[in-house]
C-alpha cells in the first residue's frame, strides 16, 4: 500500500500511529500541518460526498437480503412452536426459546446492516461550540 500521496503544495502521508499527516510546505510562516485521525478523514469523505464503494454496498444489500429471509423464517418458525407449546400441549420450550433468541439475534444483524447501508452524519446535539463545529459518526 503507498503510503504518502503528493499534489501540488500538499503532501498526505499514512502515519504508524494510524493517523494521517498533511502538509503543506508553502505556508508564509513555514509548513502547514495536520494530523488527522481515520474517523475524520471518514467524516469529511461523507461530507464531499464519497460513499461506500458500490462493491461493498452491492454485499452488504445481498446479506441483508439473506439475513432478512432467515429473520421471517426464524420468527415463522417461533410461530409454529408456540402453538405447538400452547395449542397442542407439546413440551417444545427449549426449542421456542432457542427460535425466539435466532429471530431477536437476526433481526439485530438486520439492523447493523441497515445502519451500514445509510450512514447519516448528524451534528452531536451536546457538543462544546467549536471553531469549523462538531460532527459525530453513528453508532
Given amino acids: 500500500m503507498t503510503t504518502i500521496q503528493t499534489f501540488p503544495a500538499v503532501t498526505i502521508e ?3 500511529t494510524g493517523l ?3 502538509e503543506d510546505p508553502t505556508g508564509i510562516d513555514g509548513p502547514h500541518i495536520i494530523e488527522l485521525h481515520p474517523a475524520q478523514v471518514q467524516v469529511l469523505a461523507s461530507m464531499v460526498g464519497f460513499d461506500m464503494p458500490d462493491k461493498t454496498r ?5 446479506i441483508h437480503g439473506r439475513v432478512q ?9 417461533a410461530g409454529l ?5 400452547h395449542v ?4 417444545v420450550t427449549p426449542e421456542a426459546q432457542a427460535s425466539e433468541c435466532i429471530a ?21 446535539p451536546d457538543a462544546k461550540p467549536n471553531p469549523g463545529g462538531q460532527m459525530a459518526l453513528p453508532v
Wanted: net charge negative; charged share 30%.
Fill in 104 to 124: 431477536l439475534n437476526l433481526s439485530e444483524v438486520l439492523k447493523d446492516l441497515e445502519d451500514l447501508q445509510a450512514p447519516d452524519l448528524v451534528p452531536t
Fill in 81 to 85: 412452536l408456540d402453538h405447538a407449546l
Fill in 58 to 62: 452491492r454485499a452488504i444489500e445481498r
Fill in 88 to 91: 397442542q400441549d407439546l413440551d
Fill in 14 to 16: 499514512a502515519l504508524p
Fill in 20 to 22: 494521517f499527516r498533511l
Fill in 69 to 77: 429471509a432467515l429473520s421471517t423464517r426464524a420468527k415463522e418458525l
